[in-house]
Nanobody, 122 residues
Framework: VQLVESGGGLVQAGGSLRLSCAAS????????MGWFRQAPGKEREWAAT???????DYADSVKGRFSISRDNAKNTVYLQMNSLKPEDTAVYYC?????????????????WGQGTQVTVSS
């Protein structure tokens, strides 16, 4: 599976961005898909997960502001980010868990994209 993120950029605090994660090689519809982020000097942090059933899970830091969704016809997963804060600045990665293990742990994901930079200015 190849995952390619897009949609990152520079935005002012309070603004919005929508990240996309397009997959090729396999159909994502049966996979658990996650979004993670990594700020400079910090460990990779889980942000959101969408299960094959469509149910979702969010980190407390993004709950109520971010929304993860998937379009199985387009083999794409999205992360809608609203009310962005400077502390959301990071490289954002999408990942695929092909077995359906615990959804918040990076090591349980099998495939990763290259990341897309999100910078939120104050």
């Amino acid at each position: 599976v190849q995952l390619v993120e897009s949609g990152g950029g520079l935005v002012q605090a309070g603004g919005s961005l929508r990240l996309s994660c397009a997959a090729s090689g396999r159909t994502l519809s049966r996979y658990t898909m996650g979004w993670f982020r990594q700020a400079p000097g910090k460990e990779r942090e889980w942000a959101a997960t969408i299960f094959w059933s469509g149910s979702t899970d969010y980190a407390d830091s993004v709950k109520g502001r971010f929304s993860i969704s998937r379009d199985n016809a387009k083999n794409t997963v999205y992360l809608q980010m609203n009310s962005l804060k400077p502390e959301d600045t990071a490289v954002y990665y999408c990942a695929a868990d092909t077995i359906g293990r615990a959804s918040r742990i990076p090591n349980n994901y099998d495939y990763w994209g290259q990341g897309t930079q999100v910078t939120v200015s104050s």
